[in-house]
């Protein structure tokens, strides 16, 4: 019993660092549902981005008492950069395209990518609307994406996606076995955009980007870069390259 609730005091620190973000939900029902889902798997922050305060009423219906806390203390913001500028690691959910369509990561795959990093770093789990799902521009913010399988219908309801995604992690938490490894702390959103800008001014000026659509090459360099989960000072020193070869290109 002892063990059990160190184990269980243990999960509740690192998953004191993760929060559930829903990107423009159509339905404050989801989010009631989606506050009980994070909070029967020790989730304890929900943040929304709209640009209207959904009815809490109709929250509450799907949230029963027991997660109102978290719908009471639901973080609202306008834009999807705010939202997540806090976070170090930003996971969105993507529904899988056709049969044939590779699946990079699966929920129980990012349980244990992302177990390392909880002790030092904010991850925010991304979901988009009901009715489209999170664009290529919402996950141009997401380092990892994470599919759900299914059988045949290739996506979920957002209530649904939120609870495997939370059991995967909580599962990975609670019952893994610990394996010590060293937990970095990551660059936010916040550093990560900002290096992200000064490199696309960069490579403009060097003609590497395609004038016509840079947004495509940037979308593949960010895909590139995310997966090496840059540290704050592995960020700021790209950054710091790319600004110091702006400031002296402009000097000749």
């Not at 989801?30 to 009980?36: D, S």
């Not at 029963?64 to 969105?92: I, K, Q, W």
């Not at 937990?183 to 403009?204: C, D, I, N, W």
Request: one cysteine or more; a positive charge.
């Amino acid at each position: 019993m002892d063990r059990e609730k160190a184990v269980t005091g243990d999960a509740s620190l690192l998953l004191a660092n993760v929060a559930i973000v829903l990107m423009e939900p159509k339905y404050p029902e989801n989010i009631g549902a989606a506050a009980r889902c994070a909070m029967n798997f020790g989730i304890p922050r929900l943040v929304v981005v709209l640009n209207n305060e959904p009815d809490r009423e109709k929250m509450l219906k799907l949230a029963t008492h027991n997660a109102a806390h978290l719908v009471d203390g639901m973080e609202v913001y306008a834009d999807l950069p705010r939202a997540l500028s806090s976070f170090s690691c930003v996971v969105g959910t993507t529904a899988r395209q056709g049969r044939k369509r590779f699946i990079e990561n699966t929920p129980r795959i990012i349980g244990e990518k992302l177990r390392p990093f909880l002790k030092k770093n904010r991850v925010a789990l991304l979901f988009g609307p009901e009715n489209r799902g999170l664009t290529n521009e919402d996950l141009t913010y997401c380092q990892l994406t994470v599919t759900i399988p299914t059988a045949e219908l290739s996506s979920l309801n957002l209530a649904q996606a939120v609870a495997v995604l939370c059991y995967e992690l909580y599962y990975g938490i609670v019952y893994a076995d610990r394996d010590g490894k060293f937990s970095p702390k990551l660059a936010s959103t916040r550093e990560l955009e900002g290096m992200y800008e000064h490199v696309e001014q960069f490579l403009l000026r060097i003609g590497f980007l395609k004038t016509r659509d840079p947004d495509y090459w940037m979308r593949n360099i960010r895909k590139l870069l995310g997966r090496y989960q840059l540290r704050a000072k592995e960020a700021r020193i790209i950054r710091g390259f790319c600004r110091q070869f702006l400031w002296y290109d402009k000097q000749d």
